[in-house]
């Protein structure tokens, strides 16, 4: 386990432990944990992200080897319902039993190695589109159409290769590995973490994805951190305290990172606003159904996000204040 350590290369400015000091209400305990971790400052090399001979081994050391998540509970309630899940040239299937649990399975057809199921939904068995080979929901082998043409097959143990299949707050995973380290040990303290949000009770109400041609570090590594909401999203600056984030690693497999809404960014000139101002750049303008914040008289009149965040100079309480301006 990485040994944490204190006060490494960190913002000088306000950190969140000063601002859960300040608050006048007793933070939860997890937020009082500071666990950062000295990984050094040895560049990485490019070939990391450009190498095929090291995504092969990301393959079979990454992908293959760890929880990855499929659907949501709620989108397969009932028995039969089946979810198709592809990764890295690699197919599975989840499919809800008649008892309630999920079991899953590689999803290949044990004849021919063809793919099984083609499509998610609601199945009453597993019928192979080649030959015809048809498994039950459960795995089970159900039936051979020239079950006459292969005496060899013992269809008790003709059962789908099972695989292990794990849910969290609602959110299930699947891993190709069957000697995996169970999802609950994996997660922990995920979970006590998200306690309070009740995220099982939770639904997904829109689903949006997109293929990026680029490598899967470049990508997620862009939800790893809050340096670039300066540079890229700059309109966020005036309420999101991006360089001053705290960065923590829980366990092996858990790390998080916690950002203050409603500070400025310590990379603006924001020192004198009122806290009325940051709200106004969080929520909104006045008159987009809500009051005016931190100013009377007339309503300003609305401005792009992209200009409410060019710059902010204190104007008569007529016009429309224009923030942040970088230092």
């Known amino acids: 386990m990485n040994i944490p350590v204190k006060g490494v290369n960190r913002s000088p400015a306000v950190s969140y432990q000063e601002l859960l ?9 997890i937020l009082r944990l500071d666990q950062p971790v000295d990984f050094g400052s040895e560049p990485i090399a490019a070939s990391r992200y450009t190498s095929e001979a090291f995504f092969k081994r990301e393959i079979e050391k990454v992908f293959l080897k760890t929880w990855q998540y499929v659907c949501r509970e709620e989108e397969m309630p009932s028995p039969g319902d089946t979810q198709v899940f592809e990764v890295v040239g690699h197919s599975a299937i989840v499919v809800r039993q008649k008892d309630g649990g999920l079991k899953a399975f590689r999803n290949v ?6 793919r099984l199921v083609t499509e998610s939904g609601c199945k009453s068995q597993f019928r192979c589109p080649y030959h015809g080979f048809t498994w039950n929901t459960d795995g089970s082998f159900k039936e051979n159409p020239m079950a006459w043409d292969f005496p060899e097959i013992d269809e008790e143990r003709f059962g789908l290769p099972e695989i292990p299949v794990g849910s969290w707050g609602g959110f299930v995973f699947v891993n190709f590995d069957v000697g995996a380290q169970p999802l609950a040990e994996v997660a ?3 979970p006590r973490h998200f306690a309070r949000w009740k995220i099982a009770d939770c639904y997904k109400s829109a689903h949006v994805a997109k293929v990026v041609p680029a490598n899967w570090k470049a990508v997620i590594e862009a ?5 670039h909401v300066y540079t890229t999203h700059p309109q966020f600056s005036g309420f999101i305290a991006d360089a001053n984030a705290q960065y923590d690693v829980l366990s092996e ?3 998080r990172f916690l950002t203050a809404n409603g500070l400025p960014s310590p990379l603006i000139d924001a020192a004198d606003w009122p806290e009325e101002k940051v ?3 969080m929520l909104g303008p006045p008159g987009a159904g809500r009051p005016p ?4 008289g007339r309503p300003p009149a609305p401005t792009s996000p992209r200009r409410r965040a060019s710059g902010w100079r204190p104007r008569p309480a007529t016009t429309t204040p224009t ?3 970088p230092r």
């Open 188 to 190: 922990d303290p995920l």
């Open 253 to 255: 497999h858990v790390t």
């Open 21 to 29: 000091d300040r608050d006048t209400r007793d933070p939860p305990d």
């Open 279 to 281: 709200a106004e750049l």
């Open 109 to 114: 057809c044990l004849h021919r190695g063809r």
């Open 323 to 325: 923030p942040p301006t």
């Open 223 to 227: 939800f790893l951190e809050s340096h």
């Open 293 to 296: 914040t931190w100013r009377r």
